[in-house]
């Protein structure tokens, strides 16, 4: 997901942009798939439905920060450039998840 949205940051047009997109949200599904068992796995079955009541509610809040943050940035940069960094930034979280001991040990 992270690559294609670097890669979304650098297309040269609309069709690769297009296609990058698509690519990226395929991606996002399942990458929210994986995050959701993970999320199950971790947390107690007592406390999965306050838990994810928050995760809701923090999502609800920060969805649109996020996009009042990025329409700003955008008048001050480049919308490619925001969409590499952004995509580049998920890559480095990645490798620095996969590096630690957190996800080795949940089974």
């Given at each position: 997901?992270?690559?294609?949205n670097?890669?979304?940051?650098?297309?040269?047009?609309?069709?690769?942009?297009?296609?990058?997109?698509?690519?990226?949200g395929?991606?996002?599904?399942?990458?929210?798939?994986?995050?959701?068992?993970?999320?199950?796995?971790?947390?107690?079955?007592?406390?999965?439905?306050?838990?994810?009541?928050?995760?809701?509610?923090?999502?609800?809040?920060?969805?649109?920060?996020?996009?009042?943050?990025?329409?700003?940035?955008?008048d001050?940069?480049?919308?490619?450039?925001?969409?590499?960094?952004?995509?580049?930034?998920?890559?480095?979280?990645?490798?620095?998840?996969?590096?630690?001991?957190?996800?080795?040990?949940?089974?």
């Amino acid at each position: 997901m992270g690559l294609a949205n670097a890669a979304m940051g650098w297309a040269t047009g609309p069709l690769p942009f297009v296609a990058l997109l698509f690519l990226g949200g395929f991606f996002l599904g399942l990458q929210n798939v994986l995050l959701m068992d993970l999320w199950r796995r971790i947390v107690s079955p007592e406390q999965q439905g306050r838990f994810f009541g928050m995760q809701s509610s923090l999502n609800e809040v920060l969805m649109p920060v996020g996009y009042a943050v990025t329409g700003f940035l955008s008048d001050w940069i480049s919308p490619y450039s925001i969409a590499g960094v952004a995509g580049l930034l998920v890559v480095a979280l990645t490798v620095w998840g996969l590096l630690g001991p957190g996800l080795r040990d949940v089974s």
